[in-house]
């Protein structure tokens, strides 16, 4: 039989490719399930249980969490990456370290083609063909959905037929959870006018009261809450637990997808949202002007190709390098208050902070610099645009 591993989640459109590939193709299907957050150990268990019944030959679940962590997600918080200024990359930077356990996974056991279920309308068929392209050209990439421009109906009828009649119901709202957030879909998104409802989203509010936390970061990762450290995947778990009660996180994203056309999507990422925002304070009073001008430019270009699938190209290990060095003095404590669905950032404190250098207070004192000097510097600073506006007045 010819071996097929295909990227497993449970859902109909992967269901439908293990049946139909097994039972119609003749393949060996390998299901494989890659956890970056979203999965429990039940889930994995009613996979595998699922997947079997399918008819695969056999079911693996990777845990990716911290490989996902380790490989993406400390480089969206070194640089702040959220994609156009709202969204954190949650479901995009995920699919791509999918990608690669996928595939390596595939390589491992010989397997000479590899299948997933997007269908020809989204981004993920981008990112999967590409990595699975660069990193194994020799295996062929099946995708049934997108090839037979399946509907929802026809894969449901299909698997009646095969004897599968599990509850094939379309939730009304479409859940993607992960360790950097979770995604939400539903008819509002569909357009641009509506929001999403409240019980769109997964976690409802559940505290009203005020809560203060501390966020520990050292060399740019977060390091403790409260002054407790820990792995920053259980942190970041942690937090998550302490400020989605508050409903915090929720927006809806406006973007270009990598197919050309707009696309619209709600998410809720509470640690997300305030890692990034703790994090960009600190480095606020620890860089530099420039370390910070030059970081912002990066970072948006490493967010675009992260979202784009094209994390494999060496310019993203460059962009790393540069990222990684930047966090050096990026260590302290950030202070934020907690309130419904928002938080404040109150402040931070540093051995690192440059506020704290002794050269002045701004707009009340200077204590590096005399009257004379300051004077001297604006006059030089004013030559090029007096020279211009000598020879070029500005009409009235």
Known sequence: MKKLVLAYSGGLDTSYCAKYLSADQGFEVHAVSVNTGGFTDLDFKEMEAKAYALGVSNFKAIDAVQTFYE?????????????????PLSVSAE?????????????????????????????????????????APEIQIITPIRDQHLSRETEIAYLQSQGIDYSWEKAKYSINKGLWGTSVGGVETLGSSEPLPEEAYPSPLTETKPRKIQLSFERGELSAIDGKKDLAVTLI?????????????????????????????GFEAAAAQIIIKAHHLLEKHTLSKWQQQQKEQLSSFYGMLLHEGQYLDPVMRDTEAFLNSSQSKVSGEVYISLHPYRFT??????????????????????????????????KITANAGSIYNHKHPLDD
């Open 237 to 265: 778990q942690n937090l998550e637990k302490i400020a989605a009660a508050y409903a915090i996180g929720r927006d809806i994203h406006v973007g270009d997808t990598i197919i050309g056309i707009k696309g619209r999507v």
């Open 95 to 135: 699919r791509i370290v999918q990608a690669i356990e996928i595939i390596s996974y595939a390589k491992k056991i010989g397997a000479g083609f590899i299948a997933h279920g997007s269908t020809g309308a989204g981004n993920d068929q981008v990112r999967f063909d590409l990595i699975f392209s660069i990193l």
């Open 71 to 87: 490989k993406v997600v400390k480089y969206l918080i070194f640089g702040n990456v959220l994609k156009n200024n709202t969204y």
């Open 345 to 378: 950032l109150d402040g931070i404190a540093s051995k690192n902070d440059l506020m704290g250098a002794g050269f002045g207070t701004y707009g009340e004192e200077n204590k590096a610099w005399s009257a004379q000097d300051a004077k001297g510097f604006i």
